[in-house]
Each structure stands twice: as C-alpha cells, then as structure tokens.
C-alpha cells in the first residue's frame, strides 16, 4: 500500500540555518504530496502541496519539488526562525485518504 | 470564515466508559475524515464520510469505534468501552473535493486529547 517515509527528529537548529526534511514516498498511480505543520499547542495545519511531477510548493519561506524519478518530495527552508520551531509531517493523497509519515521535530534556537 | 471545530477538546474518562467526540467541518465541505495521532504510531486514519455515500471504515480499529454523520454536516466518533490504548489525539478534517480525487486538500481541525485512566 501507499506509504510516506520522513527523516526522524529531533531536528535542532541555529537561527538562520538553511533546513532540509526528507520524504520519500511509495504509491500507485500519481498521488498529490503534503507538508503539513503543527506548531506547539495547535492543530494540523496545511503548509505546501504538490499535485503533480516537477511541481514545487512554497509557502512562508518553504519549499519542496514533486520529483517523481525519485519518488520524493525534501521540504526545505534557506533560513529558519525560532518561530518555525514545530512538527513537520509529509503526507500523501492517492487512491485513499491521506498518508502521513511519522513527523519531524524541528526546534530553531536563537 | 470558521474553520474545522471539535469538541470536546480535553476529555479525560474511566476505563470502560463510552465516549462521544464532535467535529463540525467547514460549511459546504463534502468529505470529512477522522484521524487518530498517538505516541508511537504517528497520524492513522480511522474513516472518512463523502456525501450521502457509504463511508470507508477501513481504518477503524475495532469494533468499539463508529462513527455517523448527521445532515451531511457534523460528525460524531464513538468509542464504546475505552481501553487505555485508545488514549490520543482524534482529529477531524473536511475537504472541499470529491474524496478519491488526487486534488482535495484536508483541512484539520484543533484535535480532541482523549485520555483513559
């Protein structure tokens, strides 16, 4: 079945460092790709999607490619904020409801 | 405009007691979705509700977990004698689209911590 599969955190980082969260994914077909964030105390929140091969969404800084030849959608970010400081997860919408990998802490200290 | 509710957003129940959580989507939305985030197993889906459809259980756990949506509008999950490892977060989400099309985007509401003593 479809699967989405995140680097695990922690992740820490310096303010203003360049950020980089890896997902890859396996699905049938042409599934659309998610970043969703949760920042403390909040509830999912949709940061980026993707519907499509060599598609890139952005938001807040934000990016990631659709890259279908190797089946990965990395979010990166070229400077983060304490702000930024959450739980990233990386899903996935096919043929059934969303995919979600497991979620990726950041923490960015001033 | 009014985003995903739930209700209740805490609630703390005995072993063995039934629960019932709310989710009201976003008005106009057809599909709606309950997920479940816990410890350990990261976000899972339970079931998800489109139009006047039969909706795909295929999530649920077991047997003690339903869930109904009245009017095509407000859901709500139950969970009949909870165990202690139903204890996570239940979160709602509705979507625009016509569920099994590549395109729709969920919206999630807040969550409900659930927590059986």
């Known amino acids: 079945g479809d699967s989405v599969t995140q680097m695990e955190g922690p992740v820490t980082l310096s303010e203003e460092a360049f950020l980089t969260i890896n997902c890859t994914y396996t699905?049938?077909?042409?599934?659309?790709l998610f970043w969703y964030v949760q920042y403390p105390g909040e509830g999912l929140q949709l940061l980026l999607k993707?519907?499509?091969?060599?598609d890139k969404g952005s938001n807040k800084g934000f990016e990631a490619t659709y890259r279908k030849e190797t089946t990965s959608f990395h979010l990166e970010k070229g400077s983060v904020q304490v702000s930024d400081s959450a739980v990233y997860f990386c899903?996935?919408?096919?043929?059934?409801?969303?995919?979600f990998g497991k979620g990726t802490r950041l923490s960015v200290i001033a | 405009g009014a985003g995903v509710s739930q209700s209740p957003s805490n609630k703390v129940t005995e072993k063995g007691k039934d629960v019932e959580l709310r989710c009201d989507p976003i008005s106009g939305h057809t599909a709606l979705y309950w997920y479940r985030q816990s410890l350990g197993q990261g976000l899972e889906f339970l079931i998800y509700f489109q139009g006047n459809s039969a909706p795909d259980k295929s999530g649920l756990p077991s047997d003690r977990f339903s869930a109904e949506r009245t009017g095509g509008s407000v859901s709500t999950l139950t969970i009949q004698r909870t165990q202690q490892e139903d204890s996570a977060v239940y979160l709602c989400?509705?979507?625009?689209?016509?569920?099994?099309?590549?395109?729709?985007?969920?919206?999630f509401g807040p969550g409900t911590r659930l927590t059986v003593l």
């Open positions: 989400a509705s979507s625009p689209r016509l569920a099994g099309t590549p395109r729709d985007t969920q919206y």
């Open positions: 993707a519907t499509k091969a060599d």
């Open positions: 899903a996935l919408r096919g043929n059934t409801p969303l995919v």
């Open positions: 699905a049938t077909g042409y599934p659309s």
